[in-house]
């Protein structure tokens, strides 16, 4: 049959807000996560990433939590402006760093309104 | 300094024919991961080459394969496509060395298989 194409969840907030996106992961050896942002037309584009040894990493108006108890990623995003508005993926890997043998989450799809 | 260059960026090829994308990685990057995307299954895993090895594979058939040149340019050849393989193919560079953290994306080659 055909195949059904996915259905990213949409994540809608006005301009100016806290936007907080959130991912599962399922590997427990997992030591690096990213969080990437890809706009239509474009490859994925890095935001920030952590490492397994930290809870907790900040960036330019973006956050990363980390929650290795219940296999969870968090990325907050303060103060949306509308060039946030984009497809958001969070991505897990037991091989260090880099691109390598990245597991990538389903997306979703943020949308700032104005 | 240059991105991530991919090319083609469009491609257009029938069932049964072979196809080589190109991926031109940051100078200094010496690793290249590939990644295929379809609106099915998201962003998954190729392969990863670094100094002209292949160091990591994802689950992929065999008619996905791949190279690196001394130059640390990446070839991906798809040989007997079929109507799947249609997906946009990114490719990622990064240093590659122990503890790399960010990695960079192209904008990809969107292969249509009719």
């Known amino acids: 049959g055909e195949s059904v194409g996915l259905h990213l969840p949409t994540l809608s907030v006005q301009e100016g807000d806290n936007s907080i996106i959130n991912c599962a992961y399922s590997n427990s050896a997992s030591d690096y996560f990213i969080w990437y942002k890809q706009e239509s037309g474009k490859g994925p584009q890095f935001i920030i990433d952590?490492?397994?040894?930290?809870d907790k990493r900040q960036g330019q108006r973006v956050t990363v939590l980390l929650n290795k108890t219940v296999k969870h990623l968090s990325l907050q995003i303060a103060a949306t402006q509308p060039g946030d508005s984009a497809v958001y993926f969070c991505a897990e890997s037991d091989s260090g760093g880099g691109a390598d043998g990245l597991t990538f989450g389903k997306g979703t799809h943020l949308i700032i309104q104005p | 300094k240059a991105g991530v260059t991919q090319t083609p960026r469009y491609l257009i090829k029938t069932r049964g024919q072979q196809v080589t994308l190109s991926c031109s990685p940051i100078s200094g990057h010496r690793s290249v991961s590939w990644y295929q995307q379809t609106p099915g299954q998201g962003l998954q895993f190729l392969f990863e080459y670094f100094s002209e090895t292949q160091r990591n594979k994802g689950n992929f058939p065999g008619r996905f394969s791949g190279r690196q040149f001394s130059n640390s340019r990446s070839e991906m050849n798809v040989s007997t496509l079929e109507l799947g393989d249609s997906a946009l193919y990114l490719c990622a560079s990064s240093l590659g060395g122990l503890g790399d953290t960010e990695a960079f994306f192209g904008q990809g080659t969107r292969l249509t298989v009719v």
């Open positions: 952590i490492r397994s040894n930290m």
